[in-house]
């Protein structure tokens, strides 16, 4: 389709100024614009400006149909698509690049907000608790899967962490989150320890000059979102425990935990870095789902006992 690549590149130029998106979002709406633009070019499309209701319901049956998705894409990732080229489309249309917006009045997949994923407080203390700590690197997961789950990090924000990020005095990160958003987290007296000993001890025998990222693989690399993926694959099969877990889990089992120790939820939010309140809120549906669990365990006989009492 002509002139599309320039398009693209424009919309996501304005939206990273914009509304400061992050690389990671850039990458994902332009794989998501890419699959649009090659569906439009199976179906002849030659500009946006063809583009019809039509066309855009037969775009939708392709995402749920296509037999390259295995399994199936879901709502959610169908509904990520959708809000990608929407978004593209009403950049088209207020910079007058577009005459109309075919995906204004197209309904979007229903989606329910899906728990997230968390562990429960022995089995953080599980996995934490079995690294060897007399090897180097056994020290090194230990402080960074620690500090993840102490500090509530995403993955990316503990691969980017710098040296010069951690205030050993005052027992503070300086975490840049997602759009650059800076925040200040503390962390208690383990993750302090292990990171000391780490950063100043263990570290230096293996960092390539001139490099201040606080994580790094043997060659002194820094760590990767799948390298530290695959250190935690590692380490949950090390110590039997049935499940898989990703990264993003210690994230959320920190913020779970803070609001089961009733931590107010607008500190949650502020240590988490959420723009919005209403990000933090579905673990208030984490911690009432627990609740709910709890109790129907604990009254589980006492019913049981009321259903003979009737009899």
Not at 115 to 141: K, S, V
Not at 289 to 305: I, M, N, S
Request: aromatic share 10%; with cysteine; net charge neutral.
């Amino acid at each position: 389709m002509k002139d599309a690549a320039k398009l693209v590149d424009g919309f996501l130029e304005y939206e990273t100024a914009v509304n400061t998106g992050s690389a990671n979002t850039a990458a994902a709406y332009r794989r998501d614009l890419q699959g649009f633009i090659e569906y439009l070019d199976q179906q002849g499309v030659e500009s946006f400006d063809g583009v019809d209701r039509i066309l855009v319901m037969g775009y939708i049956n392709q995402l749920r149909t296509d037999p390259r998705f295995v399994p199936p894409l879901s709502s959610r990732t169908i509904a990520r698509h959708l809000s990608a080229v929407r978004s593209f489309y009403r950049y088209l249309c207020t910079h007058a690049m577009a005459r109309s917006d075919p995906f204004a009045a197209v309904r979007m997949p229903t989606v329910r907000n899906k728990l997230p994923d968390y562990l429960f407080q022995d089995e953080i203390d599980t996995l934490l608790g079995g690294f060897d700590l007399q090897d180097d690197f056994g020290w090194r997961d230990r402080a960074l899967f620690e500090t993840m789950y102490g500090c509530g990090l995403r993955v990316s924000e503990a691969c980017n962490l710098r040296i010069g990020a951690i205030d050993f005095d005052n027992g503070l990160l300086h975490v840049l989150g997602k759009g650059s958003k800076a925040r200040l987290v503390p962390f208690y007296p383990m993750i302090g320890q292990l990171l000391s000993k780490w950063v100043n001890q263990i570290r230096p025998r293996y960092v390539l000059d001139g490099d201040d990222h606080v994580f790094v693989s043997r060659r002194g690399r820094p760590l990767t979102s799948r390298g530290v993926q695959f250190l935690l694959n590692r380490a949950v099969d090390a110590r039997g425990m049935a499940m898989h877990v990703h990264p993003h889990a210690l994230r959320h089992s920190f913020a779970t935990h803070l609001l089961d120790a009733g931590v107010d939820l607008r500190v949650v939010q502020e240590l988490l870095g959420h723009a919005n309140l209403s990000t933090t809120q579905i673990y208030t549906h984490v911690t009432m789902e627990h609740l709910r669990q709890t109790y129907d365990r604990a009254f589980a006989a006492a019913g049981t006992t009321g259903e003979k009492d009737k009899r």
